[in-house]
């Protein structure tokens, strides 16, 4: 096992891909490929990170970062890696790329997954397709039409990227269901249906947040294994046990030096729309609507949206509504693993069913790239590290950085060269010209 040291030179451990918000220094630097080792320094405490459309705020803000007060974007340089960061940065505004590059055209379309009829957005690239990508943007009230998740498919389709936008109905509604997989994978299989918008060899998904997690489990199913050639993780996890920890007891493990015989946690404030969102995502396996009725003021009291102010107590609540109580309101890590075996049969089997931990990530066959944001309040940066060392070594990259923020893109100077490795290692799954 490799790990993440602060303030030293020894080993880090593997890779994912997420877009966070940092409310610190650090002295971290450089793209991490397993085994190699840089130094980082320990996550501080993040503000403002989970609401219904957070998840793509990953995207969103990195793609209105130039509208908002007081961001500066740094000097990304004249590559074509650059470029595309630059024009990530704009957002919907100008840039050089855009002005070398007629807008894309956009056009809804729609497919068959689940015995239902699903609608998506295709962008096609203006100069013909070197690679397509099924992007995943998350929880957003908007989804596939929020601005943010536009600007991204644009830039990609600038970067001759065929980007085809599933609408994920259910996630837009808090709904997060083993049944995303197949979403994610039906998609995919349309659109590598198609040679002219995704060359074989060149065709892959792209997940942020939540959507993470769905897009590599899809990135397993036996029908598509073989044809997913890349996979893009922004922010993603490893095991929803540990998360589930995370959010309801604010502890998570630190990356440790190989050979540690202890592990060690540490401790952040989770912002409370984690909370809320892993309630409101349950509440329909809940028997009686009285506990639905319940929780639903439960989670709007902890993000603060209840007008009366004082905790809502439950009164007697059914057995399963009781369990779930129970793991919310539990505050030792220790306990998590019991309380959640004891939630309602498929309460637990949905949550297997989206948890990357539950399953042989080892026959994935695509490339990853991963990224993560050190301050990540929402899901701790080693979760993306668990995540690089359940993956096959010589398949994926890390990214870990600091000026990516949950809800905003800060690049800071020496963030560029992790910068520019990402979207190089992206870029680099294109068909060559």
Known sequence: MHSHQVGGSSPSRGAIFFLQLTSGRSTFAGVIKRPRFLPCRKPGIVTNMFR?????????????????????????????AGLALEDLASGLATSRLAAQTPRPARESISFMTGGEERAADLYQPPKGARAGIVLVPGVAARGRRDARVVAIANTLARLDFAVLVPDMHGVRHFRMRSSDVREVADSFTWLASRPA???????????????????????????????????????????????????????????????????????????????????RSNLDFLERSVDRGFFQDYAAHITGDRIDGDEPVPAKLAPDAQALYNLLTNHLPAQVPVLLDRLPPRMRSELDGINPSAHDLSRLRAEVILLHGRSDNLIPYTESIALADSLPANQVQLFIIDGLAHVDFRPKAHDVPQLLGAMEALLAERLPL
């Open 52 to 80: 219904p459309h957070t998840l793509t705020h990953l995207l969103a803000r990195l793609a209105l970062c130039t509208a908002l007060a007081g961001c500066s974007t740094p000097d990304f340089g004249d590559s074509e």
């Open 197 to 279: 918008l995704a060359p074989p060899g060149h065709i892959g998904i792209a997940g942020f947040s939540y959507g993470a997690g769905p897009v590599l489990l899809a990135a397993l199913q036996p029908d598509i294994r073989d044809r997913v050639d890349f996979v893009l993780a922004v922010g993603g996890y490893y095991s929803l046990e540990s998360v589930v920890t995370y959010l309801t007891t604010g502890y998570y493990h630190v990356d440790q030096p190989t050979g540690t015989a202890v592990p060690a946690t540490s401790r952040l404030s989770p912002h409370p729309y984690s909370e809320a969102a892993f309630i």
